[in-house]
């Protein structure tokens, strides 16, 4: 981002103007993305504990012993 100072020298009021600007864009960028984020990392949250669930479901369906009782 190129400035003109014609001639004059860049003071420190100059420099604050200049960086608030850049951080509030920053900033702004910033808020419009979280939600966005938040939604995706729900998504993968999900995802995730849906697919552990299920693998543990199986492999314990797989591993789990067949006990049969019978009265004598």
């Known amino acids: 981002m190129a400035v003109g100072t014609n001639g004059r020298r860049i003071t420190r009021d100059d420099l ?8 509030g864009e920053g900033e702004a960028t ?3 993305a979280a939600p966005q984020g938040i939604v995706i990392a729900g998504a993968v949250a999900l995802g995730v ?6 693998a543990g479901k199986r492999r314990g369906r797989r591993r789990s ?7 004598i």
Do not use: C, D, G, N
């Open 30 to 32: 910033a808020k419009e």
């Open 16 to 23: 604050e103007a200049a960086f608030s600007q850049v951080l």
């Open 49 to 54: 504990i849906t697919l552990s669930y299920l």
């Open 65 to 71: 012993a067949i006990v049969e009782v019978r009265r």
